[in-house]
């Protein structure tokens, strides 16, 4: 059986995942789609709009066989990062390609533009240090640094977000010598940062939760054309139970509260919490009114949105820096098989014992420092929920055994 | 001009406390009264039911001339602590008596019986730490040692909860060596722990707020019998603000998201989180849905529900082990007034010279470990109110001066 990777957020799942998934599948000719996918975190810094068990659901549904989570510390991460520890759970488990979606579409231009900035490594990085020391922003003064290179071709075009991801994707395939191929499949509809769903029949997932969330009561009626019937379905049932779907409000009132009771000292132990940060956090959070306001007097052109997001994330979870620092060193200790269909489960037996890393069907099953901070991270995720439901979903979280998903009958088990 | 003071938690100021404030005047024959009060926690381990603020104007109203602070770590803590710091503010501001309410009423039976445990130490020690070993809580392992000493005549009895405090007193005064009388006057009306108000003209603050707090709506005409006027429009008015009086179900969801957020290794470094009750705690919350189900479960023979309030307090406030210890062997480091009358400003002229710790009107006008801490725990407070008034509350706990309150006119300036 072979098998083809894909790195996922599903956030949530919409027509051009299930396009991506159909091609993955149709250009590697694989008998399996293996999806690593966040968990209730995104890379973004932000909680999933809804969580990770509805979300395996519907990929699932989609075309995914099996479904692994990409722990916390990964997935909350910069693209290289992020990149790596996806590549490194495939490779565990024996992929033999990995594809994913660009602006580009063009395979050749990410080895391209990978070697042609491997040869102008030095002229690259002097050029970064120089914007970075100007105050501008990791992705800015990466951005700036290759624009100011010079390019024997065409190149990509690294302002676009899958394009760098996929760059990263591809650089961790090198670099981790796994005997995996790349494709890449070109991203059709609208663009990734485009907020308006009108007829397209392919949204971004970025235009699909502004829509969402863009009345007082989220109403998934608007969405549909955008998304296939069981992630509409998906999204009613979780605000059935849940009253909302999750935001960065939901847990404002924990973070606000995280901030204003710890002090400065210990702020400062938390990852990504650097320079000083923690008296401006300290100081900010007491005009804040929201989430929003928040970050607006937060932001400086020194850091992204992005990256304040991620270390809100971070503070909220309680990361202390070293051991964020000795996890992300290791990599991902292990494989969390969020759910898997009759063919993953197939893919499964055969592969097991090849595996590199241990394959977890529950969190109980293995003793690992990770594991304690996944089910911090999970219960923390849930204090965005009604408080009569807290305890229920903190105990599911610990005992849910993967989804089965019989791909014949549509059911699942 | 003469002053007695009073400690006093007026949660809420009820017709017993009026009773005790008059008569404090008249038995020790002073001009002023200075009430040293605690700040929004409780010497139990609970959040007021309404805020310092609030129940420093119906002090002012109900014949106190000087509100001063008990700074959190001492208001929230065993009574010998309790009433050491309260005695030592008294002191800075050259009180010269103090009284107390008792169940006893007898001044005379509270010397005799600390002499006679002075006289008696060595037996006592012994049958503490004996009973202590049985895994007897600390106030039932010295009622039971007490208990198990001959006595030379009538002792206090030192089961009810006025009468211990008030021997604290006594002992902190002798200790300190304060030229200050003491003075006692026996509780009239209902006892402590009786939580029903009928026609009562005086019950005790834990009936009232029991009678508050019974209906899913809280109503302050319940307990109009029981409170002088402008306690019911205190009452009121916080109601009409913030949707609820504050109890520990209104901060209960923020206690349960620092238990679940934080590791195990991080909670043990805070105040009175010992013996391993980290892992206890931890697991304990998972399941809990309410306060009351959470303590329920977490308490032992060992532990009295108060100790373990205190702890969650510490907890919810993220107090360290070494700043509490190294801040409570200091003692008060300043005196911060929350309100005068025109005689307390009187008197607070004359004395002011001679105070011999600074007298603070804002928290801004001393830099000291103990105020970051006063004002991360302020803030913690509002954490139970409406998320659209928390920024307001924290900017007025930062920018509040003292209440003053003119006595001939009965008007606040």
């Avoid at 009108?198 to 502004?210: E, G, L, M, N, V």
Wanted: glycine share 6%.
């Amino acid at each position: 059986m072979k098998a083809c990777g894909i790195i996922v957020e599903y956030n949530p799942f919409h027509n051009g995942h299930s396009y991506h998934l159909q091609q993955s599948k149709k250009q590697t000719q694989s008998d399996c789609i293996i999806a690593v996918m966040s968990g209730n975190f995104l890379q973004r810094g932000e909680p999933a709009i809804i969580s990770k068990w509805e979300r395996a659901k519907t990929a699932l549904m989609g075309g995914a066989d099996l479904i692994i989570e990409l722990p916390y510390l990964f997935a909350v991460s910069p693209a290289p990062v992020f990149a790596k520890a996806g590549v490194r759970l495939l490779q565990a488990l024996r992929a033999e390609a990995l594809c994913f979606g660009s602006e580009s579409g063009n395979i050749d231009l990410f080895y391209h533009t990978i070697s042609q900035l491997e040869k102008q490594k030095v002229l690259y990085d002097e050029a970064f240090q120089s914007y970075s020391k100007q105050g501008y922003s990791f992705p800015k003064a990466s951005s700036l640094a290759a624009g100011s290179l010079s390019w024997e071709s065409e190149a990509l075009d690294l302002s676009l977000p899958n394009n760098i991801l996929g760059m990263e994707y591809v650089r961790a395939m090198a670099d981790s010598h796994a005997p995996m191929e790349a494709h890449t499949i070109k991203r059709i509809g609208a663009s990734f940062h485009e907020e308006r769903i009108d007829a397209h029949q392919i949204a971004s997932a970025t235009s699909i939760r502004k829509t969402l969330n863009s009345s007082r009561k989220p109403s998934v009626s608007s969405i549909e054309g955008a998304v296939p019937s069981y992630t509409s379905e998906a999204l009613s049932h979780y605000m059935e139970e849940n009253g909302q779907f999750t935001t960065w409000d939901s847990l404002f009132p924990l973070l606000r509260y995280k901030l204003l009771a710890t002090p400065a000292v210990e702020l400062r132990k938390l990852y990504e919490v650097e320079e000083g940060l923690e008296y401006r956090l300290k100081e900010t959070i007491r005009h804040a009114d929201s989430f929003h306001t928040f970050m607006t007097a937060l932001k400086t052109k020194r850091y992204t949105w992005t990256r304040l997001q991620r270390m809100c994330l971070h503070i909220l979870n309680h990361i202390s820096r070293p051991d964020a620092e000795a996890a992300l060193k290791e990599g991902p200790p292990y494989v969390r098989i969020l759910g898997m269909s009759d063919v993953g489960q197939r893919y499964l037996n055969t592969v097991k014992k090849q595996a590199d890393l241990p394959v977890l069907t529950t969190l109980s099953r293995l003793q690992n420092p990770l594991i304690e901070l996944e089910q911090r991270v999970s219960a923390v995720y849930f204090g965005g929920y009604p408080q009569e439901i807290i305890t229920k979903k903190i105990k599911e979280e610990y005992s849910t055994p993967p989804l089965r998903f019989q791909r014949s009958k549509g059911q699942f088990i």
